[in-house]
């Protein structure tokens, strides 16, 4: 579905509070053809500024909704806090290629690493695939910022922590991927800051995880 | 202000006259031939010299600072002409959102290229009666009115939009690309030609912005691709390139309903086949991730379809192509490079590769010079990473040293000349077909193109050759061009 200049304006549907600085925002989506993985465009009305954020809820949602953490010297995740049902927001998208293959959903195993707000795109897949034979390691500072820990099966998901020991492991994902190794016929999805995914495609490359089965989306 | 002159003498109009810089790529050159059209329709007249022009214009590059940089200079300047005599200057092209906002306090007119069919409307809004402004303000009020109410874009000329209306077709942007592509280009060559595909970028690479200053991908429907194409070859156009900023994912926006890029190549063989015309299709810039077999296939059924491929790699380090967000791993590329040698064995093969992008180590840099070891291209545009404002890399630490960076240029151009002249090499003593383009450097020389473009020289004086297929003979090569003698007679001859 083409999306014009006039329907690029999506009225914001929630704003729900996470932590005091992340939060998910939820507009309506319009009818939007979505896979999970995803990523929009997204800016407050009127204004030149635009960020991408992958899309945290489903494929068979009818709204769109983002996870967002506000950045001390950002400028959108501060002006998208500031909104309020009702209000609109810039929209483009959804877009690109951070999906999974249809074949691989049935019987893939899947390995998910994220950093912070990168949960968004696995929690879009966990959501929208019940059944997929996941394991999800998020990395984050404290263990309160296990953003909807309980969206997750328990047995699936494993917080990484680094300033504080409330997390299932202590210490970086990348670590724990060293003490862990990876079968090398996973399908391993990476998703935060580019030092985790530098480092983290080197660890599974030693451990012989061919680099077409590694995919990944920066964010900043 | 500018106002409309009159030559006191003749009582008719002196044209006003236009200087327009072009910054960037292919695709910019090819807006900015659409942009000159639209001056001329409202009577301007081109001049080299930027102190005698009326309105002076900019199709801008983002793609790095320096070309913004250009871009503030020259404005500086043409602020300070403004106060000898009424100017207006006006940018356009890849702007980022932060620069645009800048622009609009130093230029009379920002504007994005889609927005091209409303320039004049724009011109007149500030004032200025144009020769042609005049004569078709009226016509076009009606015209335009006709043509919104059968929601007929293709009808509107770039003359005749009030900016009410326009606001209307504002609302669509695939129709606001129509329009724009709608503007016949005012062609710099008789012989070689850009045809606008696709505008607009999916996929967002880390090191680059055009995802951010060209919008969303947006295909240009096939029927006018192929009308634009018959009719360049029809006025006897030898060398016709295609062009989009990922040109082989044309199509793939209309979801179905238009053609997909190996069905546009397959209708352009057919066209040439049937016409028996006798021209080289080029196209440029392809994404790996969208090459498919089916391209390749065409490519090789079909003589007009020339045989040189540009297929940018970047790097050959899978762990820095996942950091750039290529989107593709190097056993994808290398299956489509063996496609290539497989189902077109006499392909040409180009590509793009950026050297020291952000945490490149040295190891990651051999695997690149191994790429091209493996590859063996006729040509390779390397780059030394540079920050690119705007793109996602711009956010991370630029931390190769630049004179590691000039090393692995080095180090690499070096590979590209060893492979390349291995190849012109195998070259000599055969028959090829060139297309003649200019007076070379040297004199008494020509210089052209092979159907791979790779770049011959040969002596002749007959400057009537230019712009013509003509047959050489290679009698000597270089890392990368080749010397030849002109054929007399016609023989069977290799193509590359």
């Known amino acids: ?92 998208g959804p877009l690109g290629f951070f999906t999974l293959e249809p074949e691989t959903i049935a019987n893939g195993k899947f390995l998910f690493i994220a950093t912070g707000t990168g949960i968004s795109p696995f929690h879009s897949m966990v959501k929208s695939y019940p059944g997929l034979n996941y394991r999800l390691l998020h ?78 989306e920066v964010y900043f | 202000m500018p106002k409309f002159i009159f030559d006191l003498n003749l009582s008719l109009p002196v044209f006003m006259k236009y200087h327009l810089i072009s910054l960037g790529c292919q695709m910019n050159l090819s807006d900015t031939e659409r942009v000159k059209t639209v001056l001329h329709q409202m009577g301007y007249t081109a001049t080299e010299n930027e102190q005698a022009a009326d309105i002076l214009g900019i199709i801008a590059c983002s793609v790095r600072q320096k070309a913004i940089d250009k871009v503030y200079s020259r404005i500086a300047l043409w602020n300070k002409m403004k106060n000898r005599k009424s100017l207006i200057t006006f940018v356009s092209g890849c702007v980022l959102p932060a620069d645009k906002e800048k622009f609009l306090k130093l230029f009379d007119l920002v504007f994005s290229m889609s927005e091209l069919p409303h320039f004049p409307d724009m011109i007149r809004q500030y004032g200025v009666v144009t020769p042609a402004s005049l004569i078709q303000a009226e016509v076009a009020d009606i015209q335009e009115n006709k043509a919104v109410e059968q929601n007929d874009f293709s009808a509107l000329k770039p003359h005749n939009l009030t900016s009410a209306r326009a606001e209307k077709i504002r609302l669509n942007p695939s129709a606001e690309m129509d329009r724009f592509w709608n503007v016949e280009p005012t062609y ?44 360049l070859v029809a006025k006897g156009f030898k060398s016709i390139t295609l062009l989009g900023q990922n040109v082989n994912s044309y199509g793939l926006d209309k979801k179905d309903q238009e053609l997909s890029f190996p069905q546009l190549l397959r209708a352009i063989g057919e066209f040439g086949k049937e016409s028996k015309s006798d021209f080289w299709l080029y196209f440029t810039s392809p994404h790996p991730r969208d090459m498919t077999d089916e391209v390749i296939a065409v490519i090789s059924q079909y003589p007009v379809l020339a045989k040189q491929i540009h297929l940018p790699l970047q790097s050959g380090d899978d762990g820095v192509l996942l950091r750039m967000n290529r989107k593709h791993s190097m056993e994808k590329y290398r299956h489509i490079v063996q496609t290539i040698r497989q189902l077109i064995p006499e392909a040409t093969l180009f590509t793009d590769i950026i050297v020291g992008f952000t945490g490149e180590t040295d190891e990651q840099f051999e695997n690149t010079k191994l790429a091209m070891q493996e590859f063996r291209y006729n040509m390779a545009y390397i780059a030394q990473y540079s920050v690119r404002p705007g793109a996602a890399s711009s956010r991370w630490a630029d931390d190769v040293p630049k004179e590691t960076k000039k090393a692995r240029y080095h180090a690499l151009t070096a590979e590209l000349m060893k492979y390349s002249h291995e190849y012109n090499k195998t070259l000599i003593g055969k028959r090829m077909r060139v297309l003649v383009r200019a007076r070379d450097r040297k004199d008494g020389y020509l210089s052209a193109l092979t159907e791979g473009k790779l770049v011959i020289r040969f002596a002749s004086n007959d400057f009537s050759l230019i712009g013509q297929f003509t047959e050489v003979e290679i009698t000597s090569a270089s890392p990368l061009s080749l010397e030849a003698k002109l054929c007399a007679v016609k023989s069977e001859t290799v193509v590359a």
């Open chain 2, 188 to 231: 710099t060559s008789d012989f070689e030609a850009f045809i606008p595909i696709q505008n607009g970028c999916d996929k967002f690479c880390t090191f680059c912005a055009v995802p951010y200053t060209r919008g969303r991908e947006v295909s240009r429907p096939s029927d006018e691709i192929l009308a634009e194409l018959k009719m």
């Open chain 1, 1 to 92: 579905m083409m999306n014009s200049d006039f329907d690029s304006l999506h009225q914001v549907l929630s704003l729900r509070m996470l932590t005091p600085t992340a939060y998910v925002l939820r507009v309506e989506r319009k009818g939007l053809e979505f896979k999970a993985g995803q990523h929009l465009l997204l800016g407050r009305n009127g204004s030149i500024e635009s960020r991408e954020y992958s899309v945290y809820s489903t494929e068979s949602d009818d709204f769109f909704e983002v996870l967002v953490k506000e950045v001390d010297d950002g400028l959108v995740s501060k002006q998208l806090k500031q909104l309020k049902a009702g209000d609109k927001v810039k929209l483009d």
């Open chain 1, 139 to 216: 990395g984050v500072r404290y263990s309160n910022e296990a953003y909807d820990r309980q969206d997750y099966e328990p047995s699936r998901y494993i917080l990484c922590t680094t300033g504080d020991q409330g997390g299932d492991f202590y210490g970086r994902v990348t670590d724990f991927l060293r003490k862990n190794p990876v079968l090398k016929d996973t399908h391993c999805f990476l998703c935060g800051n580019f030092n985790m995914i530098h480092e983290a495609f080197e660890i599974l490359e030693q451990q012989g995880v061919p680099s077409s089965q590694v995919h990944a």
